[in-house]
């Protein structure tokens, strides 16, 4: 059984008091209360995730962090009488109770009312009083309230609530359309002013009732002054700022990346590991950084045997007659496809005309790991000894992302007896597979690793194995930065003159920092190490998309398939930047660039991030995180609509040389 006293500190520690919650009474509370008793049955376990979670009636309970934020807004003290409009699950009017002298919750669906007040009472909250009804209309018979608290969004401020706030009485309450909300803090000052503060962007469900929403989403209240959208003002301010974005072959493309061109790591970052739009973006910049900058270094999120083979082909040296193809493992479609085989010729061609072997441009793997052959491993193991088990390793390797937020398809479904039994011939298997392709390096004269390191590597197998077959933060981060040690290996054996272009998933490039991903599960990645370690030496560029197809498999090892990009959420950075009408561009979000942009831009908002795997039903769970854009990339270069990339077929390999890493 979980340790949920455990959990919960854990989740005060982490997912508030790191994120800028100060307030001692809202930490204590937040440790006092037993969210595991408001989730619904079965979900108990993901209470402390920083998430919402389903309850009854087709509603939410809101994430700690939303909860704490809103308590912490609204300065309660020890005798206050507070009002909570939009009770839920309880949670949050247990919350408090635990602060306040007397707390009123209402509630509109009775269902959820009786049940709030069934889990109050049960942990002894007597100073808490669910009532169901209207809460747009407040509670007028109770009032005044020393603070309110609205836990939905409305079109404007219900003047009902304004008008039960005490003198110097605060209300916390979301405000705007469906598409965008922001978060309000209304003080009394006198009988008839009330000033009003600005906390940021949120999103919650509507507020319906006679001041607020219609439950078909018409505005109810009849006091409305339009107002300003700030939706359409970003998406404006994002089209003013945008640079348009020229035809892939045109010089000009890459001339967009001049600005970055002294760095000495140029990091390129991708939506997903399936979109065309994506690589020949990065070609291009790779392209015109090589041909006009002197980068000298190509390294990507690949196992590093691979691109040895295809480095040996890029840069004209002797063909290793023993090496497998490269890429022949799940999923191949990431590297062996038309648009990777259209630059692997380029540099080729390129290098053909430099003598000096050292100052041609070179492929390189950052991934030494393999990781996707210790999980076909893994599989292939499972397969025979235990198929169930191996049916659950896939669900669960599918779901090895660090973006990942739904409990339903989180990876920790109960594991089979089998399962667990079966992990040490798993990790005996894992470590002979990485020494036999780390002998397959080392016998290689120009690898960059030498033998130290390989020991180093061999040593670590175990461990390294042990935590990826469980999963978790601490995998994420062992492989990330030996991804980053790769890449310092590499630009130090090049010289203190070498540059390097990084190709990575966004959520490799992004600053970690500045997402979910560093903010709530400690997970680091190589783009915060490369800024950590060169600081403005680094840019890091992400990439996104509205909608379009992609190239992704429903589960690890799985089929590639086509599949149709949803359309972006309407509470994400991707729905911004389709809303500015812009098809294709570049937005630099360098410090002192746009800061007005920037400082909008700052406001958390949610990011899509698509793998190797794709699950558009659970899209919101599976393949969304919040992050703060401005402050994770450098610049962000936009394609409203894309399409898959196109793995590479017989026709492909037609009249190559039989040096060619990609022949059949």
């Known amino acids: 059984m979980p340790d949920y006293a455990k959990l919960r500190d854990r989740m005060v520690d982490t997912h508030l008091a790191r994120r800028g919650i100060r307030d001692k009474r809202v930490l204590r509370a937040m440790r006092a209360v037993p969210r595991e008793r408001f989730v619904r049955e079965g979900l108990e376990e993901f209470a402390y995730e920083?998430?919402?979670l389903p309850i009854e009636e087709e509603q939410t309970i809101s994430q700690p962090y939303i909860v704490a934020a809103m308590a912490e807004a609204a300065e309660i003290q020890q005798n206050d009488r507070v009002l909570e409009v939009g009770a839920g699950s309880g949670y949050a009017a247990a919350v408090l109770g635990q602060i306040a002298g007397e707390v009123f919750a209402i509630e509109r669906h009775a269902a959820l009312g009786e049940l709030a007040r069934e889990r109050v009472a049960a942990l002894g909250y007597d100073n808490v009083d669910i009532r169901i009804g209207d809460g747009t209309r407040g509670l007028a018979e109770e009032a005044p309230f020393d603070a309110i608290l609205v836990a939905a969004g409305g079109p404007d401020v219900p003047d009902a609530l304004k008008q039960q706030l005490a003198l110097g009485g605060r209300l916390v309450i979301p405000v705007g359309d469906a598409d965008e909300q922001k978060l309000c803090k209304v003080t009394r000052v006198s009988e008839s002013r009330f000033e009003e503060e600005d906390l940021g962007a949120v999103r919650f469900v509507p507020l319906i009732g006679e001041q607020g929403w219609k439950e078909d989403g018409r505005r109810a209240a009849s006091n409305h002054v339009p107002g300003i959208s700030r939706s359409q003002s970003l998406?404006?301010?994002?089209?003013e700022a945008a640079e348009d974005l020229p035809a892939f072959d045109d010089p000009a493309f890459g001339r967009l990346f001049d600005r970055f061109a002294d760095r000495r790591v140029v990091l390129l970052g991708e939506a997903s590991h399936g979109t065309s739009e994506f690589y020949q973006a990065r070609a291009a910049i790779t392209r015109h950084l090589i041909a006009n900058h002197g980068y000298t270094i190509v390294a990507v999120e690949a196992d590093w045997p691979d691109a040895a083979t295809v480095d040996s082909y890029v840069r004209h040296r002797p063909h290793r007659t023993s090496a497998e193809k490269p890429f022949q493992r799940f999923p191949t479609w990431m590297w062996r496809n038309t648009d990777i085989q259209a630059l692997i010729h380029w540099v080729r061609d390129h290098n053909q005309t430099i003598a000096d072997m050292d100052s041609r441009a070179g492929f390189y793997g950052l991934d030494i790991y393999n990781m996707s052959g210790s999980i076909g491993a893994v599989l292939g193991y499972l397969d025979e000894v235990d198929p169930d088990a191996a049916a659950v390793a896939r669900e669960r390797y599918g779901c090895l992302t660090p973006w990942q937020s739904d409990p339903a398809t989180y990876g920790r479904a109960a594991l089979s007896r089998?399962?667990?039994?079966?992990e040490r011939a798993v990790i005996d298997q894992c470590r002979d597979l990485l020494q036999k392709r780390l002998d397959y390096a080392k016998d290689d004269g120009d690898a960059f690793l030498d033998a130290a390191q390989n020991a180093r590597l061999i040593a670590s197998a175990e461990r390294y194995y042990r935590i990826m077959y469980y999963g978790g933060a601490e995998s994420w981060n062992l492989r990330d930065t030996h991804m980053f040690e790769t890449l310092q290996n590499l630009l130090d054996a090049k010289g203190p003159d070498a540059k390097a272009i990084v190709w990575a998933h966004n959520s490799?490039?992004?600053?970690?920092?500045?997402t979910d991903m560093g903010v709530s599960r400690d997970e680091l990645n190589i783009g915060q190490l490369c800024r950590e370690a060169y600081g403005r030496d680094a840019a890091l560029i992400g990439f996104g998309t509205h909608?379009?197809?992609?190239?992704a498999a429903t589960n690890w090892d799985g089929d590639m398939e086509v599949k149709r990009v949803n359309p972006s959420r309407s509470d994400s950075y991707e729905r911004q930047f389709h809303d500015s009408g812009k098809a294709r561009f570049l937005l630099d979000m360098s410090p002192g660039a746009h800061e007005a942009l920037r400082r909008r831009l700052s406001e958390p908002r949610l990011e899509r991030f698509i793998g190797v795997?794709?699950?558009?039903?659970?899209?919101?769970?599976s393949h969304y995180s919040q992050a703060v854009l401005p402050e994770q990339f450098d610049a962000f270069v936009w394609f409203d609509e894309t399409r898959a990339v196109t793995p590479l077929g017989p026709e492909d390999h037609q009249g190559v040389p039989e040096t060619y890493p990609f022949g059949e």
Do not use: K
Request: charged letters at 20%; proline letters at 3%; one cysteine or more.
């Open 613 to 621: 795997i794709y699950r558009p039903d659970t899209e919101l769970w």
């Open 50 to 52: 920083d998430s919402a």
């Open 547 to 551: 909608t379009g197809t992609v190239a």
């Open 235 to 239: 998406a404006g301010m994002i089209a």
């Open 508 to 514: 490799h490039v992004g600053d970690a920092r500045h």
């Open 418 to 422: 089998g399962y667990a039994e079966c």
